[in-house]
């Protein structure tokens, strides 16, 4: 699979450290009025990215103490559980939440943060370590998953 192209958006400076990961949140209150909002808002809200590289542009930001400053950032893969029908390396899924019981040991895994249900995503790769007992029956396969 290719190797995806980073994309350079802006991140409170405070934040702005190579590897870094963090999940999208979207807009924040105080944004509407910014010059720059375009270069901070370019991300897909919900999706889980890594910080590959940290520019020296630094912008004013009411929103963050010190500053926004631009990074380049890739899609990073996300661990999950889904059906183990579906844990192909390379192809391609729509991610959908197995269960809601939040009791359950596996759902951190089952609903981590940084997939959107009914979104497609590829399999990057079959992880070894499912973990067994699903409470609902069901035949689960511990993969990483990367956005379309």
Known sequence: MAETKPKVTLIGSGMAIADLEFIY???AEGCE???VRKACHNLKQG???RIV???KTHHPCT???GG???VEVIESPVAALVSADMAIRNTRIVFERPCARRECEHYP???PDGL???EKYVVMSVLKNAPPGCEKGRTLQRVELKGV
């Open 53 to 55: 590289a940290v520019r």
């Open 47 to 49: 999706r889980k990215y």
């Open 25 to 27: 949140e979207g807009e």
């Open 33 to 35: 009025a910014c010059q």
């Open 63 to 65: 929103v963050h103490l």
């Open 116 to 118: 959107i249900p009914g």
């Open 109 to 111: 895994l089952c609903n």
């Open 68 to 70: 926004a400053t631009a």
